[in-house]
Nanobody
Framework: QVQLVESGGGLVQAGGSLRLSCVAS????????MGWFRQAPGQAREFIAN????????SYADSVKGRFTISRDAAKNTVYLQMNSLKVEDTAVYYC???????????????WGQGTQVTVSS
């Protein structure tokens, strides 16, 4: 089972930027797709972005398109989420996830990180 550890969350003012990192470990799981999701209090977990193993195929939720960028460094087993022009409504716990396929569906991810809090103040 792959283990995922996120980092990079914190408190930032609206309009600011943060970069989240997710390091994957555990050789027994063949990871194909990686994704980022978020969950705000009282709301369902929301897809943000995903990327395939090659790093060439990405997709984004409309709410973050043009502001967030997902990338991966295969040599470091790390996926990044660069978040620019942050808005108050981006406040949530952000989760990294790994899957055997490239998918945007949370139910198709096999492993999840513990989450990292992102708080955007006005």
């Amino acid at each position: 089972q792959v283990q995922l550890v996120e980092s990079g969350g914190g408190l930032v003012q609206a309009g600011g930027s943060l970069r989240l990192s997710c390091v994957a470990s555990g050789p027994s799981f063949r990871v194909s797709g990686m994704g980022w999701f978020r969950q705000a209090p009282g709301q369902a977990r929301e897809f943000i972005a995903n990327i395939d193993w090659s790093g060439r195929i990405t997709s984004y939720a409309d709410s973050v398109k043009g502001r967030f960028t997902i990338s991966r460094d295969a040599a470091k087993n790390t996926v990044y989420l660069q978040m620019n022009s942050l808005k108050v409504e981006d406040t949530a716990v952000y989760y990294c996830a790994a899957a055997r396929i490239t998918t945007t569906k949370a139910t198709e991810y096999d492993a999840w990180g513990q989450g990292t809090q992102v708080t955007v103040s006005s």
